[in-house]
């Protein structure tokens, strides 16, 4: 495990922190993370499970945050659990070893699909750890729920877009692979062949987003050994007492804006951003709106904690 020389604050590290890779060990197994930007620690989990962190680079942020890029046991650099149990609870334990590692007492947890219910599930477990909630295209159940919705979206997609064969390619191998079971993914290599035919449905303008950025590209690591397992916290949201901002895109079909309203509703302190523009990765096709809703959530929250901490230095 490394040594750091932070003092435990509330989630600011020191300048010489930022870009250095790290690496944490829990239980023998390692797990590796990536620390840029300056300002309050914001932990960065990224979707699949398995999903490498690159595709979640936020340069926008990182003038006003500490940007924690985790690569999640069982993908990027990291180790596979030997186990195969991914529990949200076993990441969330993963999660905190990082904040650990760095000294830092809090953090603002931002989760990305998967990530995002890594962050619930974190909120739930170590509530007094984060300084606020970024849930981002996800949902609080996943597992049967949450497929038989996206297949829903899958099929309508297809119908408003009868005349894109992308789309229609990726909605049959979805289905494939989610409805039918018919499409096995093994390896690394069939888990990409898989993405590579999916990923024109997870945009709302996939021709147009990845002709603009040049492309885009999401690495995942398959674990065979991974255990299934339904999850759903939706009876626990209440008890989230945490600021929270959720963000969804309005054509996000994998984590459907409905998952996004309900969570908006039913988690006490949140406010929600839906971007009209996007599909699951709205970082990349409306990159200004994700960014300065992050940014006013962020500013809101440091701004309240100042000046609670005045009135307690007053008092």
Not at 48 to 64: C, F, K, V
Not at 235 to 247: A, F
Request: aromatic fraction near 6%; proline fraction near 7%.
């Amino acid at each position: 495990m490394n040594t750091t020389n932070h003092t435990p604050g509330r989630g600011t590290l020191a300048p010489e922190a930022a870009g250095r890779a790290r690496t944490v060990v829990v239980d023998g197994t390692r797990q590796v993370y990536r620390v840029t930007g300056r300002g309050p620690v914001c932990l960065v989990h990224p979707g699949g499970p398995g999903a490498h962190s690159a595709y979640l680079r936020l340069p926008g942020l990182r003038d006003a945050l500490t940007l924690v890029y985790l690569d999640p046991v069982g993908s990027g650099a990291s180790d596979p659990l030997p186990d195969g149990d991914y529990s949200m609870s076993r990441y969330a334990r993963f999660a905190e070893a990082v904040l650990d590692d760095l000294g830092a007492a809090s953090g603002y947890f931002l989760g990305h699909s998967h990530g995002g219910f890594v962050a619930l599930q974190f909120a739930l477990d170590r509530p007094g750890r984060l300084d606020g909630l970024i849930l981002y295209d996800t949902a609080p159940v996943a597992g049967t729920m949450l497929t038989a919705a996206a297949a829903e979206e899958m099929t309508a997609l297809v119908r408003r877009r009868p005349d894109d064969p992308e789309v229609a390619e990726a909605a049959r191998t979805w289905h494939s692979a989610h409805v039918t079971r018919t499409l096995k993914i093994t390896d690394d290599a069939s888990h990409r062949r898989y993405l590579d035919r999916v990923l024109p449905a997870y945009f709302a303008d996939h021709r147009g987003t990845t002709g603009r950025e040049g492309g885009f590209s999401l690495s995942v690591t398959h674990d065979p050994n991974r255990l299934p397992a339904d999850w759903d916290v939706r009876d626990r949201l209440g008890t989230i007492d945490v600021p929270t901002l959720v963000v969804v895109g309005a054509h996000d079909v994998v984590c459907p804006p409905r998952f996004a309203h309900a969570l908006h509703s039913a988690l006490p302190r949140a406010r929600l951003c839906e971007l009209r523009d996007s599909g699951h990765f709205g970082h990349i096709e409306e990159p200004d709106a994700f960014v300065a809703a992050v940014l006013d959530f962020v500013r809101d929250q440091e701004r309240k904690q100042g000046n609670d901490q005045e009135r307690g230095d007053r008092a």
